[in-house]
């Protein structure tokens, strides 16, 4: 069973910094993608995951400000989030084969909430 369990939310001022760390079981990263999408309000996006051949994407919107990575056992992945904006509050949900679109394919995890304050 492919399980996904998301931590390292928390409410920081803007400019700060969080570390989202998400546990992988059942599956690691060389067979299935994981990837970051966060979810405010009616919108729901694709933040950024890993390939299985190694590869990487994130988003524009938070590109050089967000970094994805994994531990040496593939089974957790980490989101790291520098110079944190209002703007990237959202509930963050860790996924395998999540797809471009939340929740319609792949396992997810229950998300862990971010806020940022001005």
């Known amino acids: 069973e492919v399980q996904l369990v998301e931590s390292g939310g928390g409410s920081v001022l803007a400019g700060g910094s969080l570390r989202l760390s998400c546990r992988v079981s059942g599956v690691t990263s060389d067979e299935a993608e994981i990837g970051w999408y966060r979810h405010s309000g009616n919108k729901c996006e694709l933040v950024s995951n890993l390939?299985?051949?190694?590869?990487?994407y994130v988003a524009e919107s938070v590109k050089d400000r967000f970094t994805i990575s994994q531990n040496n056992a593939k089974n957790t992945v980490y989101l790291q989030m520098n110079s944190l904006k209002p703007e990237d509050t959202a509930l963050y949900y860790c996924a395998a084969d999540g797809g471009i679109r939340c929740f319609v394919s792949g396992h997810w995890g229950q998300g862990t909430q971010v806020t940022v304050s001005s």
């Open positions: 390939n299985r051949d190694g590869g990487w």
